[in-house]
């Protein structure tokens, strides 16, 4: 499964980058929608994620409540993360990841973000 992340890159702090997970292969509405993050000599961590669209309900991290958006776009087969007020702390390489009902799990193969001066 092909995924194609994008929006990643060098920013300032206080600054704002917005992830995108498209997979071509999967019909991602059906699924389960997760971005996780690994930091240099860290565990990957979940950051937010969204439910299918039966439901589509949003849970974040503590660490990104407020600044972070995840949100789709059924009819581009899209998810994103809307990340504001960015930290030298959310520096890490972002995973999107896709869970089925089944516990089938799929995942990207990640875009770095990195916030500094």
């Known amino acids: 499964v092909r995924f194609e992340e994008s929006g990643g890159g060098l920013v300032q702090p206080g600054g704002s980058l917005r992830l995108s997970c498209r997979v071509p292969?999967?019909?991602?509405?059906?699924?389960?929608v997760g971005w996780f993050r690994q930091a240099p000599g860290k565990e990957r961590e979940a950051v937010a994620c969204?439910?299918?669209?039966?439901?589509?309900?949003?849970h974040y991290a503590d660490s990104v409540k407020g600044r972070f958006t995840i949100s789709r776009d059924n009819a581009k087969n899209t998810v994103y993360l809307q990340m504001d007020s960015l930290t030298p702390e959310d520096t890490a390489v972002y995973y999107c990841?896709?869970?089925?009902?089944?516990?089938?799990?799929?995942w990207g193969q990640g875009t770095q973000v990195t916030v500094s001066s």
């Open positions: 292969g999967l019909r991602l509405h059906s699924y389960q």
């Open positions: 969204i439910s299918s669209i039966d439901d589509a309900s949003t």
């Open positions: 990841n896709a869970l089925s009902s089944y516990g089938d799990r799929y």
